[in-house]
């Protein structure tokens, strides 16, 4: 499935989702004490499955780097290594299967959250968005790659100490979106909902 995260944040770029170096992906198993993430600062046009990092979950507050391959050594990973460690400590309902937690700066669900919208409001109007992806009430102003923003997104997708969460995606306002499914592209899926809902909201004008 590494190969499959290279591919989504490929498909990421071309959609204006992210900058070269934007956005971070992690993926575990359920079987396995340990997960992937993307690394710091690489290109997403270029990631490689070897560029990863592998991350022991030591315990519920402590993780620890691993070896992977000998390229990975020399790359960090990314900066938001908290968000996506509280979210794969323990991995709640999708404690039989693999979680995927997503990171990207979607244009038009940020556009909607700088308009003042709570995403978390728009999707009562649209069946094809609440029928599938489940939206979280918005983080407010947070820095990036700090535990604030770590805190407040496991706080809006209500994580509990098994890892379950009430939603499938929440908007960071200023910032982007993060979302969580069993696989990559299902969790894109969710991205790619939303803000197809948000650029519809935004055209319409029918918002305050
Ligand atoms: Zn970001």
């Given at each position: 499935m590494l190969e499959t995260i290279c591919d989504i944040m490929v498909d990421a770029y071309k959609r204006n989702w992210i900058t070269s170096?934007?956005?971070?992906?992690?993926?575990?198993?359920?079987?396995?004490?340990h997960?992937?993430?993307?690394?710091?600062?690489?290109?997403?046009?270029?990631?490689?499955?070897?560029?990863?990092?592998?991350?022991k979950i030591v315990s519920s507050l402590m993780w620890r780097e691993e070896f992977y391959s000998d390229i990975s050594s020399n790359l960090k990973p990314s900066g938001e290594l908290p968000l996506h460690f509280g979210l794969q400590?323990?991995?709640?309902?999708?404690?039989?299967d693999v979680r995927v937690v997503v990171h990207v700066h979607p244009t038009y669900c940020i556009a909607a959250m700088h308009a003042g919208i709570d995403l978390s409001t728009?999707?009562?109007?649209?069946?094809?968005?609440?029928?599938?992806?489940?939206?979280?009430?918005?983080?407010g102003d947070?820095?990036?790659?700090?535990?604030?923003?770590?805190?407040?997104?496991?706080?809006?997708?209500?994580?509990?100490?098994?890892?379950?969460?009430?939603?499938?995606?929440?908007g960071i306002k200023g910032h982007g979106v993060v979302a969580i499914d069993t696989s990559p592209w299902r969790a894109y899926e969710h991205i790619e909902r939303l803000e197809h809902i948000c650029k519809i909201v935004l055209a319409s004008g029918n918002y305050k």
């Open positions: 170096r934007d956005g971070n992906v992690s993926i575990r198993h359920h079987d396995r004490d997960f992937y993430i993307t690394p710091s600062g690489v290109r997403k046009q270029t990631l490689q499955p070897d560029q990863f990092k592998k991350i400590k323990n991995m709640g309902q999708h404690s039989n728009i999707s009562n109007a649209f069946p094809e968005l609440n029928r599938y992806t489940r939206v979280a009430p918005n983080v947070v820095p990036p790659i700090s535990q604030e923003l770590a805190d407040q997104c496991h706080k809006m997708l209500q994580l509990d100490n098994y890892g379950n969460i009430a939603y499938d995606i929440v």
